[in-house]
């Protein structure tokens, strides 16, 4: 997939990242990221 490792991001923040990252970040990376976009959600709706 990277062909040089300057090509490969070291830090994903949980805002990019959903289930379909799994590949990239795990499975805990990946509920984390999915965690944090339903909980952004939920606060813009209350505020």
């Known amino acids: 997939m990277y ?3 300057m090509d490969k991001k070291l ?3 949980f805002k990019d990242v ?3 990252d799994i ?3 795990g499975g805990k990376g990946a509920n984390l990221g999915e965690m944090t976009k339903s909980a952004s ?3 813009k709706d209350l505020l």
Do not use: A, E, H, T
């Open 3 to 5: 062909d040089n490792i």
């Open 11 to 13: 830090i994903v923040w």
């Open 18 to 20: 959903d289930k379909n």
């Open 23 to 25: 590949g990239l970040v």
């Open 41 to 43: 959600r939920f606060l």
